[in-house]
């Protein structure tokens, strides 16, 4: 018999393998340096191998990590003070945006990863400027990380309507000497667990020149650029001004669009302009809950879907989403296109459990590592506690029904294990390699000076938070 680090023993296995959801019975895994060595029975399993540990789990079900696509992780420490209202990032966010420092900036990082890390999450596609904290701390836990670092020339100051963006090349050279410098940090590390993305902001924040030159360095250091596109009428406007036409057209005008290419949100493309990009190979990650709860729209995944493309899911940030949970985002982009397209039988619980895993390596350039159970893989695994009320009871005939109660139930308290390589970092429903307690404290003492530095320009603001502070709604 042949021993190994690992053996997982399980009656439920998703392995998300083919078309579907990948189905297995009575089946288990093996893990050795931390690649997935054999997926088959637990009676052939036992035959051919021992191990230094093993996992029975018979009341448990057996998946690929989820994966979020999409964060922001930073703005973890501003969690919940842009909601309901109109002008979220200049009469919600600003005040306390102002007031964020450097290490604050590293300690949300550090509570939104545990967060998502404690709700089934092993792979972390966090964006922003000032990168090398989450980075860090995404090395050290053990999570994956497909980090995205900003770029941009647009100097960062209030514009008034109509006013176009004042580009700095200085400031472009900057963030784009950044996103290099954390390139020759972090990519690769410990065997390709962290994958740095060039990140030009969007494409009303850089220079075409500045997109040219992305485009090459991205190229020849083999990496995917990640890009929020088609945000709305902000965007819109500035394109329009300097360009004279929008985000999608002028980026493939440019020879932009490719399967190298992440576009963000999509929030206002058209049919036409999604068939473009579906149609150069370029791929979509959809954060429904944040754009929801900040625009009041559904995003047009399912034309992207339609139109033969590939889409994942992200769950933004937690100032305009409130929370980094997978299980928030599937259920909302199911219930959200139901709603858009008055169809029941849009965005089945089979297909965004799919964009939550395999559908979002896709998207980032490492399904040949993660998002499937299959021999070969990185053991990037979470076991789901079937003994939860939110998933029970559990039918097995005519029909299974856990796929639909863990998207339209489930609140991700049910994840017990999270494993990333084959090391563990969630049993029994507890951190193993972060300590919750130290990050939530931290967080609480930022949030308490970023708070008290932020009240003069909130009450200058006056937006709708305050009036609702004044009539005692919040």
Known sequence: MKKIDLLIFTKHMYTMEGEGVGYLADCGVAVDGGKIVAVASNEELKKEYTAEKTIDAPDKVLMPGFIDGHMHTGHGVLRGVAQDINSWMMEGMAPFEAQRSSEAKTCGSKLAIAETVLNGTTTIGDD??????????????GV???????????????????????????????????????????????DGRI????????????SAEMLKKVKTLARERNTKIHMHLEQGSREAKQME?????????????????????????????????????????????LCSSSIGVIDGIVPPAKLFQDAGGTVGLGSDQAPGNNCHNMFNEMKLTAILNKVRYADSEVMPAWKVVRMATIENARVLGIDDAVGSIREGKDADLILIDLKQPTLAPLYM??????????????????????????????????????????????????????????????????????????????
């Open 397 to 474: 005939k005519p029909m299974r029904n856990f796929i639909p109660n863990l998207v339209y139930s489930a609140r991700g308290h049910e994840v017990d294990t999270v494993m990333v390589k084959g090391r563990i970092l969630v049993e029994n429903k507890k951190a193993v390699t972060f300590h919750v307690e130290e990050i939530l404290e931290e967080a609480q003492r930022f949030a308490d000076d970023i708070g008290e530095r932020a009240v003069p320009q909130f009450n200058e603001i006056n937006g709708k938070n305050a009036l609702y502070m004044r009539e005692g709604k919040l």
């Open 195 to 206: 994958k740095i993305r060039f990140g030009p902001q969007g494409p009303d924040f850089v």
């Open 241 to 285: 001004m300097r360009y004279g036409m929008h985000g999608i057209p002028w980026l493939d005008s440019m020879g932009y669009l490719d399967s190298d290419f992440i576009g963000i949100h999509l929030t206002d493309a058209t049919k036409e302009k999604v068939e473009i990009m579906a149609s150069r190979g370029a791929g979509m990650i």
């Open 128 to 141: 922003g400027l000032d990168m090398d904290g989450a980075c860090q701390f995404i090395y050290d836990i």
């Open 144 to 190: 994956r990380g497909n980090v995205s670092v900003r770029i941009r020339e647009a100097l960062q100051r209030a514009y008034k309507a109509g006013e176009l963006y004042e580009y700095d090349e200085n400031f472009g050279k900057t963030t784009l000497n950044e996103c290099l410098a954390i390139y020759d940090k972090y990519n690769d590390l410990d």
